[in-house]
């Protein structure tokens, strides 16, 4: 497994629409194992393949908290095919714009039918961490950060102190 550079706002490809997979073979198993592992590396809940500069639509998820057994979510051509009609707002990190975060709208249970790593079909219902992962992990396939969601105002000022705190850190380094 090799980890992948997280690509970082105002990155383009993160804004670009990704491609559906058109077969689950060796190199997407090979990609999926390589994202758990920057996932894992970065201390992050999920990844999509935009954020490591790749237009395919592959996800990993991993909601288990520190101590628990990890228990990976690999989707490839994942879509929501229902959802909730209840939202609720969380706060959101994404490791795109990192040590950043903002509370959010989503929908408070989606349900998603994706392609395992084996190519099977699969379809699962989620709430809580899970649902709102799925739901910012499946925004980043089209080009949507969670940022999107926020004011002007809000947007604004979160993307300035990303933008201080960088200058900081490479003065510092």
């Given at each position: 497994?090799?980890?992948?550079?997280?690509?970082?706002?105002?990155h383009?490809?993160l804004?670009?629409?990704?491609?559906?997979?058109?077969?689950?073979?060796a190199?997407?198993?090979g990609?999926?194992?390589?994202?758990?592992?920057?996932?894992?590396?970065?201390?992050?809940?999920?990844?999509?393949?935009?954020?490591?500069?790749?237009?395919?639509?592959?996800?990993?998820?991993?909601?288990?908290?520190?101590?628990?057994?990890?228990?990976?979510?690999?989707?490839?051509?994942?879509?929501?095919?229902?959802?909730?009609?209840?939202?609720?707002?969380?706060?959101?990190?994404?490791?795109?714009?990192?040590?950043?975060?903002?509370?959010?709208?989503?929908?408070?249970?989606?349900?998603?039918?994706?392609?395992?790593?084996?190519g099977?079909?699969?379809?699962?219902?989620?709430?809580?961490?899970?649902?709102m992962?799925?739901?910012?992990?499946?925004?980043?396939?089209?080009?949507?950060?969670?940022?999107?969601?926020?004011?002007?105002?809000?947007?604004?000022?979160?993307?300035?102190?990303?933008?201080?705190?960088?200058?900081?850190?490479?003065?510092?380094?």
């Amino acid at each position: 497994m090799t980890k992948m550079k997280v690509l970082e706002i105002p990155h383009p490809i993160l804004r670009e629409k990704a491609k559906p997979v058109e077969k689950v073979d060796a190199r997407i198993v090979g990609l999926l194992d390589d994202m758990l592992e920057t996932m894992y590396a970065s201390n992050g809940v999920g990844l999509a393949a935009n954020q490591v500069g790749l237009l395919e639509r592959i996800v990993v998820i991993d909601c288990a908290r520190e101590g628990e057994e990890p228990d990976p979510l690999q989707m490839v051509n994942p879509k929501i095919i229902a959802h909730s009609e209840e939202i609720l707002c969380r706060n959101e990190g994404c490791l795109s714009v990192p040590r950043e975060y903002a509370d959010v709208d989503r929908f408070a249970v989606v349900t998603v039918e994706y392609l395992d790593k084996n190519g099977e079909k699969k379809t699962r219902t989620a709430d809580g961490l899970l649902g709102m992962a799925i739901q910012h992990e499946l925004d980043h396939l089209d080009g949507i950060l969670f940022i999107d969601y926020l004011s002007k105002l809000k947007r604004d000022k979160l993307l300035h102190h990303l933008e201080k705190r960088r200058k900081k850190e490479a003065k510092e380094a």
